[in-house]
């Protein structure tokens, strides 16, 4: 189990953009894949975002694509989920994980290590 601590959520108007972080103490995140989940009452765990370890490929849910960017930052030991022209069904309890698998699957049994969320809300 990898220990992970999101932060950097909020309430934010539509158009808005909010950069996500997920840190660890102990553990380089560079040698793990790494996810992003959503969870909301309706739509239930959904898959956001993962850049996969060593190779660095990169995933999108359809409904985030060309406006979300998730990135590695070495020197910081945290991975990044950049979001841009948030929409109001963005809200949501945003998750960092983490699995020593070099894929991007983002079944939640795939992942390994979870943090305890940063909420996001989006609404005018």
Do not use: H
């Not at 406006?67 to 590695?72: D, E, G, I, L, M």
């Not at 069904?89 to 698998?101: H, I, Q, V």
Request: with cysteine; hydrophobic share 25%.
């Amino acid at each position: 189990q990898v220990p992970l601590a999101e932060s950097g959520g909020g309430l934010v108007q539509p158009g808005a953009s909010l950069r996500l972080s997920c840190a660890s103490s102990g553990y380089t995140l560079d040698y793990y894949t790494m996810g992003w989940f959503r969870q909301d009452p309706v739509k239930g765990r959904e898959g956001v975002s993962c850049i996969s370890f060593p190779d660095g490929v990169t995933y999108y849910a359809d409904s985030v694509k060309g406006r979300f960017t998730a990135s590695r930052d070495k020197t910081k030991n945290t991975v990044t989920l950049q979001m841009d022209s948030l929409k109001p069904e963005d809200t949501g309890l945003y998750y960092c994980a983490a699995t020593s698998g070099n894929q991007c699957q983002m079944p939640p049994s795939y992942w390994e290590s979870w943090g305890q969320g940063t909420q996001v809300t989006v609404s005018s």
